[in-house]
Nanobody, 125 residues
Framework: LKLVESGGGLVQPGGSLRLSCAAS????????IAWFRQAPGKEREGVLC????????DYLDSVKDRFDISRDNAKATVYLQMNNVKPEDTGVYYCAAAYLDSNICHFIKATMRAWGQGTQVTVSS
């Protein structure tokens, strides 16, 4: 299983960015996908996740009403839409896949079967 993130970069506070997580060599359909981020000197934390059905999402409180997650199984891609970004959103963003029941998603790292290599997001003026 291989996941590839893209779309990171430098963005000003209050701006928007869309990250993509593409599956390579397998279909995303049966997998819940989670986005994590890791700031320098901090532990990796779960940000958003989406169930394989697409019906269930979970969010880190600090990104609610600013970030959203969606999936396009036909393109084997999951998106992280980041709006009204803040400097504290800076970090390396990773996507990960977990094989779960269709209406479950979570941020338990030990259950993730695949991780991407990460994409850097820097929020700064």
């Amino acid at each position: 299983l291989k996941l590839v993130e893209s779309g990171g970069g430098l963005v000003q506070p209050g701006g928007s960015l869309r990250l993509s997580c593409a599956a390579s060599g397998f279909t995303l359909d049966p997998y819940a996908i989670a986005w994590f981020r890791q700031a320098p000197g901090k532990e990796r934390e779960g940000v958003l996740c989406i169930s394989s059905s697409g019906a269930i999402r979970d969010y880190l409180d600090s990104v609610k009403d600013r970030f959203d997650i969606s999936r396009d199984n036909a393109k084997a891609t999951v998106y992280l839409q980041m709006n009204n970004v803040k400097p504290e959103d800076t970090g390396v963003y990773y996507c990960a896949a977990a094989y779960l029941d269709s209406n479950i998603c979570h941020f338990i790292k030990a259950t993730m079967r695949a991780w991407g290599q990460g994409t850097q997001v820097t929020v700064s003026s």
